[in-house]
Structure formats: structure tokens, C-alpha cells
Nanobody, 116 residues
Framework: VQLQASGGGLVQAGGSLRLSCAASGFSLDFYAINWFRQAPGKEREGISC????????QYLDSVKGRFTISRDDAKNTLYLQMNGLKPEDTAVYYCARQFWYLYDYWGQGTLVTVSS
């Protein structure tokens, strides 16, 4: 089982990035998948979650209306579209598979840097 996150980079404030999380060794559509981020000197925080059926999507208040989580089960890939990026969005972003109340597999993280 692996999760491979990608798509991070350097972007100016107000810009956009799309993160991808490619899954292997299991089918994404059986699990809820989460995006987390960890900014320098801060604790990791959950920012978005999509249910296995894609009917339920949740967002941290600070990203609501700017970030969109989605999944392409045919490609076994999760996405996080990030628009209107702010310097405070600078962090390492991780995807994680949710099994009941546990996050049992994590991607390696992808760095997003937003310049002001």
C-alpha cells in the first residue's frame, strides 16, 4: 500500500496549485481519504476529507471556499485544488488513508510555498 503525493511548488499569493495523491496497492473508492498539512513550527492539521462515496466532503474553515477535494477512482487518485493561496497556506501537505478513526497510510508529503 502506497500513497504518492505530488504537485507542490512555489506560487505567488493569489495563485493556484493542484495537489495529487496517487494510490497503489488498494482501491481509493473503499476508503475516506484526508489531506493534512504541517506548517513550519506548527502541528499537523487536517484540512479536508472526502468520504469513500464522495458524497461527504469536509474542509477546515480557513480553506473553505478556496480548496476543493476530489477523487478520480478510475485513476485511483485524490486531488486537492487550491485557489486563492495565501502565505499562511505554506506547509508540507500530506494525504492519508482513513480506516475507521485511524489514519493508517500516509503519503510522503509535498511542499507548498506561497510568497507574498
Amino acid at each position: 500500500v502506497q500513497l504518492q503525493a505530488s504537485g507542490g511548488g512555489l506560487v505567488q499569493a493569489g495563485g493556484s496549485l493542484r495537489l495529487s495523491c496517487a494510490a497503489s496497492g488498494f482501491s481509493l473508492d473503499f476508503y475516506a481519504i484526508n489531506w493534512f498539512r504541517q506548517a513550519p513550527g506548527k502541528e499537523r492539521e487536517g484540512i479536508s476529507c472526502i468520504s469513500s462515496s464522495s458524497t461527504n466532503r469536509q474542509y477546515l474553515d480557513s480553506v473553505k471556499g478556496r480548496f476543493t477535494i476530489s477523487r478520480d477512482d478510475a485513476k485511483n487518485t485524490l486531488y486537492l485544488q487550491m485557489n486563492g493561496l495565501k502565505p499562511e497556506d505554506t506547509a508540507v501537505y500530506y494525504c492519508a488513508r482513513q480506516f475507521w478513526y485511524l489514519y493508517d497510510y500516509w503519503g510522503q508529503g509535498t511542499l507548498v510555498t506561497v510568497s507574498s
